[in-house]
């Protein structure tokens, strides 16, 4: 029995007018999620348990059967095992992300974008490693990631800060938390050298040049110590591998006990190589019986309030992950669970996360009791549930599910 998770991260969306009353995901044309949906079951899951914020790092740990309660620390230090960072004891990691902030003359402070318009790699690593450079310190170095994401690692006595994600403020005020930051002497410190450095920095001005948003500051978040989890071939006997560009998720495979291929060419977004993270998956299931497969395109069109590109990410994810998974795994003939579903929503009029019960579509090649005849949609999910499905309390009971019912005998 091979078991497969196919996560479009944030495709949840609430009805829109323009789409006339339809979400995104109705809206999109997805002919291979029908018709597994139709021919499995239909659930809601609840990935976010109550007092956590609705991250993609609380949500994936919860579809990997973790409860988020037992076990997370925050999310840089997830980032962190995927980069081979250590976190000693001692020490926190924080999320470093590279944005653009409005700086006013009365001295308020907007959040332009929580990315630095998609910042590419190249131009990222030389911005983090000029900063690295003139505002590292024995206790704070600073760590290259991928695009806008990287790592900054403090040694000593925890900031008394609330830290918050920048995603969740585009196009607001965020003057209140950055005087909060600023309060602290050590993150005063970095904040205000950093800036120095990326307002001058060559690869800004040529951003400016190009008509590009330039990253002209730094944003701290997500901190934490470094996690401890029960590999998942202790909890369940399974092995396999996590299929993702982004850091965040690479890092729960790799303290969930899962490998982590490299796709060259992934990028989390919406030119990411599709093609070759399908061959991973599929590479990992020849010697391993579990993958968890993460497009994060539809999220980051959600950050961006971008209507056509969730759509375009949505109708992707159906195209080039979804439908040659299952192709793949028909072809090979060997029985298979398989799910679709999303971490958390994102709707574009919020630009941000909502931890809703997310709509899951749960396959079986053996066939089930009682085939949903539904399409995949968000109101088609709450309604197949309303009538005959099952709302489970946590992700980490439905994973449990999912991998007990594969080892039990099933005809149909």
């Known amino acids: 029995m091979k078991y497969v998770m196919l996560v479009g991260d944030g495709m949840g969306d609430v009805p829109i007018p323009e789409l006339d009353g339809r979400t995104p995901l109705a809206a999109a044309r997805t002919p291979a999620m029908d018709r597994l949906a139709a021919e499995g079951e239909l659930l809601l899951v609840r990935t976010v348990p109550e007092g956590f914020p609705p991250g993609s790092d609380v949500a994936n740990l919860s579809l990997l059967g973790y409860e988020p309660q037992e076990c997370y620390t925050g999310r ?3 980032e962190a095992a995927s980069m081979g960072v250590a976190i000693g004891p001692g020490e926190l990691a924080f999320r470093c992300n590279l944005v653009t902030v409005e700086y006013h003359p009365d001295g308020r402070i907007t959040m332009l974008d929580y990315s630095a318009g998609h910042i590419s790699t190249g131009e990222s690593g030389r911005l983090i490693r000029a900063i690295g450079e003139r505002c590292g310190t024995p206790s704070v170095r600073f760590h290259a990631g991928i695009s806008y994401r990287h790592l900054m690692v403090l040694r000593g006595e925890a900031p008394a800060v609330e830290t918050v994600p920048p995603h969740d403020h585009m196009d607001r005020d965020v003057t209140v938390f950055h005087r909060r930051y600023m309060e602290n002497g050590t993150l005063r410190t970095v904040m205000e050298c950093s800036r120095r450095v990326l307002a001058d920095h060559p690869v800004n001005r040529e951003r400016i040049r190009r008509g590009l948003r330039p990253a002209n500051s730094i944003w701290l978040w997500g901190e934490g110590a470094s996690p401890a989890m029960t590999p998942l071939a202790r909890r369940y006997g399974i092995r396999g591998s996590l299929v993702s560009a982004v850091d965040l998720l690479k890092g729960i495979g790799v303290c969930s006990g899962l490998s982590v291929p490299r796709v060259d060419g992934a990028t ?32 980051e069109a ?21 439908a040659p998974m299952v192709r793949a795994l028909e072809e090979r003939g060997e029985p298979f669970r398989l799910v679709v579903t999303m971490d958390h929503y994102t709707p574009l009029s919020r630009r941000t996360h909502e931890a809703w019960p997310v709509p899951m579509l749960l396959y079986d ?35 449990d599910r999912f991998i007990r019912g594969g080892k039990e005998e099933r005809h149909g």
């Not at 959600?302 to 979804?322: M, P, T």
Request: aromatic share 8%; hydrophobic share 40%; net charge negative.
């Open 76 to 78: 840089a230090p997830l």
């Open 268 to 299: 989390g977004y919406l030119d990411t190589n599709y093609e070759g993270k399908v061959a991973a998956a599929l590479a990992g299931l020849e010697q391993g019986d579990f993958v968890l497969l993460h497009v994060e395109a539809p999220d």
């Open 302 to 322: 959600g950050h961006q309030g971008n209507l056509a590109d969730k759509v375009r990410a949505i109708e992707d994810f159906d195209s080039r992950i979804v």
């Open 365 to 399: 090649s053996r066939g089930v009791a009682k085939k949903s005849g539904r399409p995949y949609t968000e109101e088609e999910v709450r309604q197949a549930v309303a009538e005959n499905g099952l709302d489970l309390a946590s992700g980490a009971l439905f994973f």
